[in-house]
């Protein structure tokens, strides 16, 4: 049965499972669903994501969306290792994965970011909104690698979920232009990271319009 990912070239949900997937060599078909042209708020994509949002993905005669709760079905059904086996090292991953996803990656959404921008009679740009709140919660995230835990990735020397969600929000780090200088292990860990195949493979650029 084929593979389907719902996707959008820079969503930073659609990246992390692409990521994901290319890690466990797991051949499927993108599906484009242009957020740009409303085509999240179309009745097909409604009815596979009732939140009218990327990505979706089409595996095991199953429709999932929510690209963490994705991301912990593939570590459980294939075996992937993005969890430690040990309580303490899963709660450590998965306090850094939701640092990005759940606090980072909701705040710098485009529809809030834009919401913010058009409703601050000029007080506020994209740009400073996004170097606001991705580079405080970086340097966050930076702080919670003051641990002995971390290795040459997140969590010791194997990728984990932190290291898929940690990818894309540096990617739109760089994007917007902020400030990662005194952010070293942030840093290390991008360069590290960079160097997988799976992961250079996912990135935007590759799937661009």
């Known amino acids: 049965m084929t593979i ?3 996707d959008y070239w820079r969503s930073s949900a659609s990246y992390r499972l692409r990521i994901a997937l290319g890690l466990l060599d797991l051949a499927h078909e993108s599906v484009t669903v242009n957020l740009l042209e409303g085509d999240h708020r179309a009745p097909e994509n409604l009815a596979r994501n009732p ?23 593939l570590d459980e059904t294939r075996g992937a290792g993005f969890l430690p086996a040990d ?17 980072i990656h909701p705040v710098c959404n485009l529809s809030v970011a834009r919401y913010a921008v058009e409703n601050s009679d000029g007080g506020i740009t994209m740009e400073g909104w996004m170097q606001h709140h991705i580079g405080r919660g970086l340097a966050a995230f930076e702080r919670m690698l003051d641990h002995p835990a971390t290795g040459r ?57």
């Open 87 to 103: 309580a303490e090292g899963r709660a450590r991953v998965r306090a850094l994965t939701h640092a990005i996803a759940m606090e």
């Open 51 to 73: 939140q009218g949002l990327v990505p979706t993905l089409e595996i095991d005669g199953l429709t999932l969306t929510q690209s963490v709760a994705i991301i912990e079905y």
């Open 4 to 6: 389907v990912l719902y």
């Open 153 to 209: 990735y997140c969590h010791g020397d194997a990728v984990s979920m932190a290291d898929i969600c940690l990818v894309p929000q540096i990617y739109n780090a760089r994007r917007w232009e902020v400030d990662l200088s005194d952010m070293p292990r942030v840093r290390a860990i991008s360069r590290a990271l960079d160097e997988i195949p799976a992961v250079s493979a996912a990135h935007p650029d590759n799937f661009k319009p």
